[in-house]
């Protein structure tokens, strides 16, 4: 008899597919693709965050030798571009609203032609007053960034049972005002873009981009086409974090200089362009006000916030949303008010950011809890543990948790990091100050906000050598989709690993997909694959049957074959199967197309309804040091908690957690754009201080199965919630250090030590 | 009330899809691919049609600056490939069997580097006996040109009805013996072929080829991968002929030097490498005994067949299994009696050819009938029409014929080209006498050879603005596959021809299909297209019943929209509903898969079966001038009728007829293969002489619409049938010109001037 060898690698620590091609060097990003007769871009951008433009002359550009074309807001289409709001033109006109706005682009023979040629291009601009700030932007007297617009881009008013009389009956009220500051993505690949025509007058972009299918869309609305006449294809991805979705305007220039050169066009942003053009994560001043009862039982919620969306919208209005109210889903709130307004100023563009708005709301409600732990004398880990919402109980905003694993991340998190013991200890002597600081979270795993699919489709194809090609619509830029289809399938299939390929994203053969966002791709995608699969194996056995002379119940998929269970040794394998379907009588490929939407509903306009299949949890605890003579502080270490339903991936989900927890110790520690005067004074990564391992401990990391009935095999959405806890954690720490309480972020040493001469202040007085 | 705008183009003459990309020089060719880093290939080819190779000193031409790779034998593969025998090696090992066979392959930095490199290949060969006649190698004494094997590659024998009783019961019996040769398929594009690695180390090719699937099948087997580790890229292709199917090496050498070098290779054939790579038609010596009654009945018939293969057999059984019983089925042929024999030569391989071995039988059947009309004292097409199979009989061979336009055919071109006046009238005096000539010819429209399946899948999406793309893996060589796939999408669906879109076929994404060969892609492709289109046009009435709140019988697809038949002011556009078929709950790309396979039934052990759904018939007829001083023969008019079912596109149909007619003409009177020794003597278009403009007179033709019940809208296979006619009806114009019989093929001056004189020795005698 046959042993069952079970080729299935969920659960399983598995390499990325694509990680061979990457680690070799191999791997075609978008700026390694060279395309006979190729042309460079380059984009000439405001270096003023207000200003009018007077005249433009090209014509010493043009007249360089190697230029094919400079282009400016004349040669652009007139429509508008935009997400909530079309307000914005690929290349500006008549003005520009912030320090980095496309003025004009060039294409020329080489990159080093195309941005010498941007010297040559004089544009007479006539400086205008510039809103730096959303104070300023919401004095009644300020002018509108927006012609004929007053200021206020966005505006979210709820509430949800009675604030007022909740606070009435809390026992403890507190309020306080929390900023949090924009955050470069960081990625390691750039924006980039090759666009070229087809033969037949297509435009076809390669494109670093988290969506195919959205990119399509716009290229096709902003360029006044129709999509068919574009093919998007996904070039290998570095990175996305949120800014390559649907807010730089990097491949509508590029398709804009190959639609009027009739040449392929590449272009390319160097780090400083892509610190002006990427989306950073929207700064949110936020007061929150809290009140619990003396149990720690929280009463009632009321948020404000006030959130710079910079010169354009983009996807801000959308963030601020999720900040607004996605933690009020976490714990059973009975009365929540909020009240956010997205203003306009004339600064470079905020948008869609890893935890998408969840870490500016869970930096002000962690440490939040905290303070009023203290207050009460409560441990923080209590209130979240009594306010948590379980599984089966639907939150206050109509969210119905199918599972939740937040009381076994924080137990995981504290346990890992000593937190009774250290919050006990002594925070040392001298000038270097130990403290621990915990904080929780949760996200989404999908999210019913575009058009009203949250779904998606994947085609699997059986080749006649009992290989399978995977066709889905849904980006992998680095986070491990495609490995997860291939797992997916393979297992499905029981086939190796490496018997499975995915087939890279592009809009002329993939299926339709949303892309990844919204942590959706494993819930949607993953299902997806399950239910294509599943088709495919049906397939198989219904083949298998006839060639058996058993009937389908009698068999199973294993290890490459179809056999009859109650005797293995008599089986076809899928390579003969897969030939059949075709080479027979009414014979074709065996492919098939398998779809799966959420049964989930798009909030209504009360911002109620149940908008993801499922929802992930996490936990983070931290051990900092502070110095309070320098006011540095450093992570000793970090275990965050992740509960992902289910782990196909643990070693996916590992590096998508540390890369979280980095990014996110970036953000309370190290990273804010500079901006002076609107224009940015530290656009690279020497002056941009992401954590270097240097200030990375060795991180650690759980994770928690919930097993949400939603996911596939129970899985969903992994480590987009593990960034949101980090710079709570850490603030909290430093309280529990030292007794500062920055609400201020990044934490820096000038208001470590501000706070600690505050301290002895009060102390002294 | 909206005015019904028939967007339907069936039946209109439409330019060809792709014709403007072409015309603009805008297509890309395989040849035309630039791809970085790209090595550029050439290879090495045997002087000697016979002969072992001694040693091979690669080092002098790897020395050469720019060399990456020198391959031989050695280092290919050791499987053998081919099509009924695995019989040939990538690169010669040992022995070569033709002049012309690949020695070795180079990749090199440049093409001219390569071609130098070439040169310094030191091969040692020991030039042994070849044999280059099929009577040479039927010599019982002949070595075999393949070890242990005689040198006979296959045999056909079979007997239907009793022969020798019809020859019995004939009132005419009379044999003859013809000879056909080789004729070169002359495509504009030489085989080409760009090949690399994908970063994952699959094989990925571009390549001039008819069928992508069969493409990559034969890479797999040849160069020992599994068939999802390669992709095969159909590029532009400027013609096949039957020529780039299945028996070039070209994309093997290609692949294997890219995966020697590990870089992109481009293999581009010269003219002259071409002629000695290129399968040309296979050169048959036919004996054809026909009994008839004196009322021109054919009561028997009986063929005798010798067929040189050349060196390697490829498709040259199935040619001549074709040369052997085809023409059968014209007929009711009461009994019938072949035997076949196909032999290897040391020659350059002979094989797949449009018309696919039609031709040389059918030259000499529609001689043999002229002939004998003439010894009964009949009209010829008497004959033909006395004997001719009707609809709904059922052929010899178990052929069922749906439906038949030969008589009207026959009478189309006879009436055109003024037959019976012209027969009648005087040959002309003086040197040039002038005669009429008319043939008639059937062929297949697809045919169940290949596997069991002679079917065709399509894959129909329908993008959210209305506009449709295709997907479809059948190749479009030039005649127009992509055209007809829109047609019928655009019919069926009441859009625009340009809001399609056909993707071009590649392994990776579309469905696998068999391609371009036997005359099958317009009723497999067509018919699945329209089940595929049929099916998305079903989804779109479904969800336009529920907008327009109408069930699904009252609607219909007018115009780009579906829209209520009593009201038509009451619509959706095909825009809108595909949008909605996504972005709603429950939502995906509208995009459908429609498969359709031929009810044939493959032949079975005694040739017995209906191998196509349908069978195209055609019929021509030529007026000749003789020079009987010169003995060159000028084809003052020609009139091809086409029974194409239905004439989807009668432009194309056009184009195609008349480029049949014109290749036609080639075989006919000028074009020849020339060996001398076993060397190709003129593999270039300046000593091959295919029929220039001054040769070809305005070309007439016209079409028969017998409306084939299995056909898409009643269309069979377009134009193949009008290469078969053309050879045989000039042959019978010869002689009714000046009474000479040529029997061996091309109508030289010198065979015109030794028949003239052969007449004159008769009469003086």
Redesign the interface.
């Known amino acids: 008899m046959t042993s069952r060898i079970n080729q299935s690698t969920l659960g399983q620590d598995v390499p990325q597919?694509?990680a061979?091609?990457?680690v070799?060097g191999?791997?075609?990003y978008a700026g390694d693709?060279?395309?006979?007769?190729m042309l460079h871009g380059a984009v000439l951008r405001s270096p003023y965050p207000h200003a009018r433009i007077v005249a433009i002359d090209t014509s010493a550009a043009l007249a360089l030798p190697g230029v094919k074309a400079v282009l400016t807001g004349a040669d652009a289409p007139r429509v508008m571009w935009g997400v909530h709001h079309k307000e914005r033109r690929i290349l500006a006109e008549g003005v520009v609203r912030f320090a980095g706005e496309e003025v004009a682009a060039v294409a020329a023979a080489s990159e080093e032609i195309a941005r010498d040629a941007l010297d040559h291009i004089q544009v007479e601009y006539e400086e205008l007053p510039a809103i730096l700030t959303p104070e300023e932007a919401l004095d009644e007297e300020a002018p509108g960034v927006h012609p004929g617009r007053n200021n206020v881009s966005h505006e979210i008013r709820f509430e949800r049972g009675d604030a007022d009389a909740g606070f009435a009956s809390a026992d403890l009220v507190h309020e306080a005002t929390y900023t949090t500051h924009a955050q470069y993505p960081g990625y390691l690949e750039p924006m980039a873009t090759v666009a070229a025509l087809?033969?037949?007058g297509?435009l076809v972009v390669w494109t670093s981009t988290q969506s195919v299918t959205q990119a399509r869309?716009r290229l096709?609305a902003a360029l006044e086409m129709?999509?068919?006449?574009i093919r998007v294809h996904q070039a290998?991805t570095g990175g996305g974090f949120g800014g390559k979705l649907v807010e730089d305007a990097n491949n509508l220039i590029a398709g804009l200089l190959a639609r009027k050169t009739g040449k392929p066009v590449r272009l390319v942003n160097n780090r400083l362009e892509d610190f002006l053009a990427a989306p950073s994560s929207v700064p949110e001043r936020i007061t929150l006000k809290l009140g619990m009862t003396r149990a720690g039982l929280i009463v009632a919620k009321e948020v404000r916030i006030v959130a710079d969306c910079g010169a354009y919208s983009g996807l801000a209005a959308e963030v601020m949303h999720v900040s607004a109210m996605r933690s009020d889903n976490m714990h059973r709130n009975p009365n929540v008010r909020s009240h956010a307004t997205l203003v306009y100023t004339h600064t470079p563009p905020h948008g869609a950011f890893r935890g998408f708005g969840g870490s500016q709301m869970l930096f002000a409600l962690n440490s939040h809890i905290h303070t009023m732990a203290e207050q009460l004398g409560l441990d923080p880990v209590a209130i979240h543990k009594l306010n948590a919402i379980g599984a089966g109980e639907t939150s206050i905003h109509g969210w119905q948790i199918g599972s939740t694993g937040l009381k076994e991340c924080i137990d995981q998190a504290i346990d890992a990091i000593g937190w009774e013991a250290k919050r006990a200890a002594p925070k040392g002597t001298g000038a270097r100050r130990r403290g621990v600081g915990m904080a929780a979270a949760m996200h989404v795993s999908g999210n019913r906000t575009?058009?009203?699919?949250d779904?998606s489709?994947v085609v699997v194809k059986v080749?006649?050598?009992g290989?399978?090609?995977i066709?889905s619509g849904e980006a992998d830029m680095g986070q491990g989709a495609m490995t997860m289809l291939s797992q997916v399938v393979a297992h499905e299939l029981d086939i190796p690993l490496d018997?499975t390929?995915v087939?890279p994203p592009?809009t002329?053969?993939s299926?339709?997909a949303i892309g990844s966002l919204a942590s959706r791709v494993t819930i949607a995608g993953g299902n997806a694959a399950i239910v294509a699969a599943r088709m495919a194996r049906d397939k198989l056995l219904a083949l298998a049957a006839t060639q058996l002379e058993r009937p389908v119940e009698q068999l199973e998929c294993a290890n490459g074959t179809v056999r009859v269970i109650a005797d293995p040794e008599r089986s076809c394998t899928l390579a003969m199967l897969a030939?059949l379907h075709?080479?027979?009588?009414?014979?074709?490929?065996l492919?098939v197309?398998g779809?799966w939407?959420a049964r989930t509903q798009m909030h209504d306009d009360q911002v109620y309804g149940n908008i993801a299949p499922a929802y992930s949890f996490a936990a983070q605890a931290v051990e900092v040091e502070v110095d309070t003579e320098t006011g540095q502080v450093t992570v000793l270490d970090s275990f965050v908690s992740d509960d992902c339903g289910k782990a196909l991936n643990p070693l996916a989900i590992h590096g998508q957690t540390n890369g979280a927890t980095v990014q996110a110790i970036g953000w309370a520690l190290y990273e804010q754009l500079q901006l002076e005067g609107g224009r940015m004074a530290n656009g690279n990564f020497a002056d941009y201080t992401m954590a270097t391992s240097d200030a990375v401990p060795m991180l650690r990391g759980g994770i928690v199965e919930s097993n949400d009935p939603n996911g596939p095999y129970g899985a969903k959405g992994a480590s987009e919630t593990a960034i949101l806890p980090g710079a709570p954690a850490i603030a909290n720490a430093v309280y529990d250090a030292i007794g500062v309480r920055i609400r201020d972020l990044p934490i820096t040493p000038e208001k470590v030590l501000a706070g600690l001469r505050e301290l002895q202040g009060a102390r002294d007085a």
């Open positions: 597919v694509n061979r091609a990457k070799l191999r791997a075609q693709l060279k395309v006979a007769g087809e033969p037949n297509r869309l096709a129709p999509i068919s006449r290998t575009i058009g009203n699919w779904g489709t080749n006649e050598d290989r399978v090609f066709h018997h390929h087939v592009d002329d053969t299926p339709i030939r075709v080479w027979r009588h009414g014979g074709e490929g492919q197309s779809s939407d």
